[in-house]
């Protein structure tokens, strides 16, 4: 989830314009004349990365095809306080219409990739990765998760069609992790990976013997994901998730699992502070 594509996008975009603009924008119709056109300057009030600007050439091509958007910096640049990140022309009315959906678009997503950007640089040196969740807002997802690639974290799985992951109740209900995964291998094609995860170190030798291709410590000490990671020896991938806070993810890291999966870098991300100014264009 490298790019965001047009058929990606759109459909978001014209909802979002939808909600906000709904039967038109009483305030800049009435209050601007038709025949102005201006600049519009969208400027970094806080230090961050910015992901979505995309998003903004999508606003104003469905808002106005005559708004020129000129992105100043790139997704996953490190911005700061002062740095303009991108301009605009065309009608003033246009410009404003889409002011707050194209504004609201990048803050969401900039404040993601500057989360997951903190995280990755905190497991700098490691070989672990940072990965997100799907605790992302309905409808968004295929955006934040392009946020989370943007500040150099790594996607988990987009849905439940993905890959099978085999949780507490799933191994309740199936008599065990064996049961679980030799039922799962026989219900999926060869291309899918099946996730085992556990919440004690006495789980280990059923999952290591079903023959997961990824284990996930769930909410476990930095002392149990040492001892987990040892007796797993690299028969499978190794993921810990749970607890994980920005205070705590480099010791996780340092235990040697492979994957950190963090659901904050998506549901509790604060957006970055942006700011987009419009000036009329004199003749």
């Known amino acids: 989830m ?4 047009p058929f990606l996008i759109d459909k978001l975009v014209e909802g979002a314009l939808r909600e906000d603009v709904g039967r038109g924008d009483l305030t ?22 910015i992901a ?10 469905h808002v106005d095809p005559e708004v020129a958007v000129q992105p100043l910096v790139n ?3 490190r911005v700061r306080p002062g740095d303009r990140v991108l301009e605009a022309r065309g009608p003033a009315r246009s410009l404003l219409i889409g002011e707050r959906v194209a504004l609201n678009f990048v803050q969401r997503l900039s404040g993601i990739a500057t989360a997951t950007r903190r995280a990755v640089d905190a497991v700098a040196g490691t070989k672990a990765r940072i990965v ?8 968004l997802r295929i955006l934040e998760k392009y946020a989370v690639r943007a500040g150099g974290g790594h996607n988990h799985r987009f849905g439940l069609d993905d890959a099978v992951m085999i949780k507490e109740n799933h191994i309740a209900v199936a008599g065990g992790i064996i049961p679980a995964v030799e039922a799962a291998r026989r219900a999926i094609g060869h291309m899918h990976k099946i996730e085992v995860e556990i919440a004690s170190l006495d789980q280990i030798d059923e999952a290591i013997a079903s023959g997961a291709d990824v284990i996930l410590l769930d909410n476990m000490s930095i002392e149990q994901m040492r001892e987990a990671v040892e007796r797993i020896g690299g ?11 920005p205070d705590n993810v480099r010791a996780v890291a340092e235990t040697g699992v492979d994957v950190i999966s963090l659901g ?3 549901h509790s991300a604060p957006a970055l502070d942006l700011s ?7 003749p």
């Open 2 to 5: 490298s790019t965001l594509t």
């Open 28 to 49: 800049t119709t009435a209050v601007v004349p038709q025949d102005i056109d201006a600049h519009a300057v969208m400027t970094a009030k806080a230090e961050g990365v």
């Open 52 to 61: 979505g600007l995309d998003l903004v050439r999508a606003v104003y091509r």
């Open 75 to 77: 997704d996953g640049d």
């Open 132 to 139: 997100d969740t799907r605790k992302t807002t309905p409808g």
């Open 235 to 245: 028969r499978a991938i190794v993921e810990a998730s749970g607890g994980i806070r």
């Open 264 to 266: 904050w870098i998506t």
């Open 276 to 282: 987009l100014l419009i000036h009329p264009i004199l």
